[in-house]
C-alpha cells in the first residue's frame, strides 16, 4: 500500500483528506473560542476544556516532530492565550502536513505516564481530530446546560459556508 494512505474502517484515507480535516479543525476551534467569548467570564468549564484541546494538539504536533514536550495536557489558560494557540497551531500543524508526511510511518514516543509507546502518523493524525471533536461537543453540551449558545461547529455547515474548500 501506498505509505500516503492510512487504513481508516474499511476504507483509505490520504494526506490531501487530513490537511482538509485540520482546515475543518483550526476553523472549529475558533468558532468554540467565540461562543466562549460571547458566553463570558463564568464558563470556566468550557474553556478549561478548550485550552485542553489544544495543548493535546500541541503535545501530539511535538511528538510527531521528536521534540520535548513543552505544555501540560490539563494547563490553566485565558481566553486570550487559547485565542493566540489557537491560531499558532492551526497554522503549524498545517504547515507539518505540507511536508512529505508518510501516514504509515511509526513515531515513538512517551505518553504523559512516561510509558513507551508506537503509532503511525496517520492514527496520530486522526486521534488528534477525533479527541478535539470529543472535547468540543462536551463544551457544547455543558455550554447549553449553563444557558448559553454553543457553536454550531458541524462539518457540513463549515463546508457548506466555505470555510473548508
Known amino acids: 500500500m501506498d505509505s500516503n494512505y492510512s487504513v ?25 473560542l467565540k461562543a466562549i467569548r460571547a458566553a463570558g467570564n463564568g464558563d470556566k468549564r468550557s474553556l478549561q476544556l478548550m485550552a485542553h484541546i489544544l495543548a493535546a494538539g500541541r503535545v501530539w504536533l511535538e511528538r510527531l516532530r521528536q521534540i520535548p514536550q513543552s505544555v501540560p495536557v490539563w494547563p490553566q489558560s485565558d481566553l486570550a492565550g ?72 458541524d462539518f457540513i455547515h463549515a463546508v457548506r459556508q466555505g470555510h473548508v474548500a
Open 8 to 32: 481508516v474502517g474499511d476504507g483509505l484515507v490520504n494526506v490531501d483528506y487530513l490537511r482538509r480535516q485540520f482546515v475543518y479543525e483550526g476553523w472549529a476551534n475558533r468558532e468554540v
Open 82 to 153: 487559547c485565542e493566540v494557540e489557537a491560531k499558532q497551531l492551526e497554522s503549524q500543524w498545517l504547515e507539518y502536513l505540507k511536508s512529505a508526511v508518510e501516514l504509515s510511518q511509526a513515531v515513538t514516543y512517551k505518553n504523559t505516564k512516561g510509558e513507551s509507546w508506537s503509532s503511525s502518523i496517520g492514527d496520530v493524525l486522526t486521534h488528534v481530530l477525533m479527541h478535539s471533536a470529543y472535547h468540543r461537543g462536551q463544551i457544547a453540551s455543558h455550554m447549553r446546560e449553563q444557558g448559553h449558545t454553543p457553536a454550531y461547529t
